[in-house]
């Protein structure tokens, strides 16, 4: 495959400060490009104009190589709400690297409602300082249609919610009690 500029995914610069974990969308040639990487260690969302057949290097760049911009964490959340339209599995993705919280357990059996109640407890824990660490359990019993979520955090925080069928396992739900759960004076 030809390319008139260069792709997000060989963007490397500069190498002391950037690492580039993942290209979460790419618009292709004189498009946007949104990237997850590491800026001197941290965690960061990065976005790039893709270049053409006039500017094959794009923007930003730096003494003639391609390069990131780094997103201020102010406008983090906006922009990945954007990317949940367009790449849903790839916002997931960065979420999870933002949120500071693990995930250890998630014995949800099928498959696409594992991963939507996962997201949804991730999106209702929110944007955390990165000093703060949260455990998160998520369990579908063998012997009940329910869910049940534990969270663990900062300051012995504790918390366990079993969500019975129907409206209180759907994503929204869930996202809107975890968040008033833990975060209580947002």
Do not use: C
């Not at 893709?50 to 922009?79: A, H, K, Y």
């Amino acid at each position: 495959m030809s390319h008139n500029y260069i792709p997000p995914v060989d963007v490397v610069s500069p190498k002391r400060q950037w690492s580039l974990l993942s290209v979460l969308f790419d618009q292709g040639e004189g498009g946007v490009a949104v990237a997850l990487g590491r800026w001197e260690g941290e965690p960061v969302l990065a976005m790039r104009w893709n270049g053409n057949d006039d500017n094959p290097i794009g923007n930003p760049q730096s003494r003639g190589l391609p390069t990131w911009f780094i997103v201020p964490r102010e406008f983090r959340d906006s922009i990945l709400s954007k990317l949940r339209a367009l790449a849903p599995e790839q916002e997931a993705l960065a979420r999870e690297l933002f949120v500071q919280a693990i995930v250890v357990t998630n014995t949800i059996a099928d498959p696409s409602s594992r991963k939507a109640i996962q997201n949804a407890v991730l999106e209702g824990l929110g944007q955390r300082p990165e000093s703060e660490t949260w455990i998160v359990r998520i369990f579908e019993p063998q012997s009940g249609p329910e869910y049940v979520i534990k969270i663990e955090g900062v300051n012995d925080f504790r918390w366990q919610h079993t969500f019975l069928g129907g409206h209180e396992q759907t994503p929204d739900f869930i996202r809107k009690e975890v968040h008033k759960a833990t975060n209580p004076s947002r």
